[in-house]
């Protein structure tokens, strides 16, 4: 056989096993998997894993969000981040504005993304605005077409759906075969919680957590839940913080039905303290949910392990810090209302799982494999082309180093954000070397990557999506 590359002597991991073997590759996709195999170029793994490139189903570049706010990355630093993380493919959103149509959103992505990602990347529509042609046209034709998901939000005054709108968008899904992701958080407890804070002279950045008990995600999560059971038809529930919307979901689960639950980086290594850092420190950590205490941590932990969160994601919302069009938008003394809400974490997130995951013996390297590309690439119909290190595949892998050792710092990476919130922390376990489709885009701390490598990614829809109750 001629192969292009061939990476020798590593050991190489799937959602199902672990062994070593050499992958050999040609034209971008995996083409043998053997001992002894020669190629045009080889690369030495020896000591090394090699592991599926990274999906990260859940981050926003580039999203327009209010008036004088700008998010820090958009697809050229989002993706070149990604990349030096272990990351090959990112799935972002295409956000519906207001009285706009979903056919408008997408094609704006497009003109943002197509020049300048770095590695492979598809879109989420956000539905903000569900008119009967929005639901009953355009989202059949894009589903056709490959933007195979979509989200709805439950809070945002600017996003939020009320039940009979989500009714209406469930039943749009179970008719077309697409994915539904919910943020799911109770957004007139949040209204009401908010303003009393406010009357009371409580607006630093800590009263953020206080506006966002677990309550407001548990009711909400159960709602989405039973909206979901009544249409019969599966939903993502992103972002999962805690204890008790995991009660929600199990619940969920526990009756049958086809729930699928994400979780993210700060819900494993931040708490509501950091809301609590001196003077306007806390902002950096503003997110929504925000992160919650140790207990909380430790169930989150237990809900990967056992399976009932099966998707990891980043939710990288890259907002500056010293900048009056980020963080500072409304000024160094802004209530906790008015910060805008989210954090970086495109190039940290597969790092973090893995030091803190794997190598503490929290869960296996095949759950690793699976919580950041296998499962994404399944749910998001993405499989067989990525997810996984098998034939026939693309050629996404990253190359990682189970004993390197180092300490997070902004300095290191490489989005346009001038802060992570994960400074500090020490790892173990680090990507070396990312291949996207066969080419090396990171290799020994040098970007590889050239804007305009990355592919859009037209998706399919999966099997999960069929009703419980029957065939559609």
């Not at 994601?313 to 500056?320: E, I, L, N, Q």
């Not at 990476?413 to 500090?424: K, M, R």
């Not at 050239?450 to 859009?456: E, I, L, V, Y």
Request: with cysteine; proline share 5%.
């Amino acid at each position: 056989m001629d192969i292009d590359l061939v990476v020798k002597g590593g050991t190489v991991v799937t959602a199902a096993d672990v062994t070593r073997c050499d992958v050999g590759i040609s034209g971008g996709r995996i083409v043998a998997l053997a001992d002894g195999l020669t190629g045009k170029t080889q690369v030495d793994a020896t000591g090394l894993l090699v592991l599926p490139g990274g999906i990260d189903a859940h981050c926003h570049l580039a999203q327009q969000v209010e008036p004088g706010v700008e998010m820090a990355d958009g697809f050229e630093s989002g993706t070149r981040s990604a990349a030096c993380g272990g990351t090959t493919t990112v799935i972002s959103f295409a956000a519906q504005q207001r009285g706009a149509t979903l056919r408008e959103a997408v094609e704006e992505y497009h003109r943002k993304a197509d020049d300048s990602a770095l590695i492979d990347y598809g879109f989420h529509m956000i539905i903000t605005d569900p008119t009967p042609a929005v639901l009953h046209e355009e989202l059949p034709r894009l589903v056709s077409e490959g933007y195979t998901s979509f989200k709805i939000y439950m809070t945002y005054e600017d996003l939020k759906l009320d039940d009979r709108q989500i009714i209406e968008c469930l039943a749009a899904a179970r008719a077309t075969g697409a994915r539904t992701m919910i943020h799911a958080e109770n957004s007139d407890c949040i209204s009401w919680l908010t303003e009393v804070l406010e009357a009371a002279g409580q607006t630093a950045p800590r009263y953020h957590a206080s506006s966002r008990p677990p309550l407001v995600e548990r009711e909400a999560t159960h709602r989405a839940i039973s909206l979901a059971e009544l249409i019969d038809v599966s939903v993502l529930i992103v972002h999962v913080s805690g204890a008790e919307a995991i009660e929600q979901i199990r619940w969920g689960q526990a009756r049958g039905l086809d729930i699928h639950a994400e979780t993210c980086p700060q819900y494993l290594f931040l708490t509501a303290d950091d809301l609590d850092r001196d003077g306007f420190e806390g902002a950096k950590y503003v997110c929504s949910p925000p992160p919650r205490d140790a207990a909380n941590q430790e169930a989150v932990w237990t809900a990967l392990r056992t399976g009932v969160l099966d998707v990891f994601s980043s939710d990288h919302a890259p907002f500056r810090f010293n900048d009056p069009a980020g963080k500072m938008a409304n000024g160094v003394d802004a209530d906790f209302a008015d910060i805008p809400n989210g954090i970086p974490g495109l190039e940290t997130r597969m790092a973090l799982l893995f030091s803190a995951g794997v190598m503490t013996g929290r869960i296996s390297l095949s759950q690793f494999v699976a919580l950041t590309s296998t499962t994404p690439a399944e749910i998001y119909g993405l499989r067989p082309r990525k997810g996984s290190i098998a034939i026939g595949g693309d050629a996404d892998i990253g190359l990682w180093d189970p004993e390197a050792k180092w300490t997070v710092s902004n300095d290191l990476l490489h989005h346009a954000v001038d802060y992570t919130p994960y400074e500090g922390q020490q790892l173990q376990g680090r990507c070396v070397t990312t291949f996207s489709r066969g080419v090396a885009v990171w290799d020994d701390g040098k970007v590889l990557g050239a804007p305009g490598h990355g592919q859009f990614l037209r998706r399919s829809t999966t099997g999960n999506m069929i009703p419980t109750g029957g065939t559609r």
